[in-house]
T-cell receptor, first 113, second 114 residues
Framework: GDSVTQMEGPVTLSEEAFLTINCTYT??????LFWYVQYPGEGLQLLLK?????DKGSNKGFEATYRKETTSFHLEKGSVQVSDSAVYFC????????????FGPGTSLSVIP | EAGVTQFPSHSVIEKGQTVTLRCDPI?????LYWYRRVMGKEIKFLLH????????ESGMPNNRFLAERTGGTYSTLKVQPAELEDSGVYFC????????????FGPGTRLTVT
């Protein structure tokens, strides 16, 4: 079945460091890809998405490009801030079955001043 | 516009007791989903309602879990009787468009079974 794998955390970075969180997926169809974020004490929020190959999703300085050839959707940010400390989930939903989102295990990010 | 709300935010019950979680989706969203994250593992799909009908309940772990959505508005998820392994965070989400549309998540209910 469809699945998502992402790098395990926790990840600790200094402020203004470069962030990469790797994500790869397995899907039988043509999935849409997502990054969700959960800030401390809050619910899940959609951070960015891409619906087809080579699309780049971006939001709040974060970017991820849908790479079909490597089945990847790595999350990047050039300069992280303390306020970016959160848990990040890579996820997909399949075009043939939009009824469920399949999540990766989540990566906890801590940014220190 | 109000987001997805869930009640309670946290519930602590003893093994064998019953707990009912509630989710109020965004007004006008026909699709309502339940997910849960158990013991820091992946967030797993439980079931999907379209209006009041269960579209997909393939993720429901066993018959101790019962979800309802009477009238196609809010939904409840009842766990009876609760077991230790049911502890986790239960998320609800809603969406308007089934075809890849964004699912809006609630803050979750943290369930602790002791």
């Amino acid at each position: 079945g469809d699945s998502v794998t992402q790098m395990e955390g926790p990840v600790t970075l200094s402020e203004e460091a470069f962030l990469t969180i790797n994500c790869t997926y397995t899907a039988t169809g043509y999935p849409s890809l997502f990054w969700y974020v959960q800030y401390p004490g809050e619910g899940l929020q959609l951070l960015l998405k891409a619906t087809k190959a080579d699309d780049k999703g971006s939001n709040k300085g974060f970017e991820a490009t849908y790479r079909k050839e490597t089945t990847s959707f790595h999350l990047e940010k050039g300069s992280v801030q303390v306020s970016d400390s959160a848990v990040y989930f890579c996820a997909l939903s399949d075009r043939t079955s939009y009824d469920k989102v399949i999540f990766g295990p989540g990566t906890s990010l801590s940014v220190i001043p | 516009e109000a987001g997805v709300t869930q009640f309670p935010s946290h519930s602590v019950i003893e093994k064998g007791q019953t707990v009912t979680l509630r989710c109020d989706p965004i007004s006008g969203h026909d699709n309502l989903y339940w997910y849960r994250r158990v013991m820091g593992k992946e967030i797993k799909f439980l079931l999907h309602f379209v209006k009041e009908s269960k579209q997909d309940e393939s993720g429901m772990p066993n018959n101790r879990f019962l979800a309802e959505r009477t009238g196609g508005t809010y939904s409840t998820l009842k766990v009876q009787p609760a077991e230790l392994e049911d502890s986790g965070v239960y998320f609800c989400a809603s969406s308007q468009d089934r075809r890849g549309g964004e699912q809006y998540f609630g803050p979750g209910t943290r369930l602790t079974v002791t």
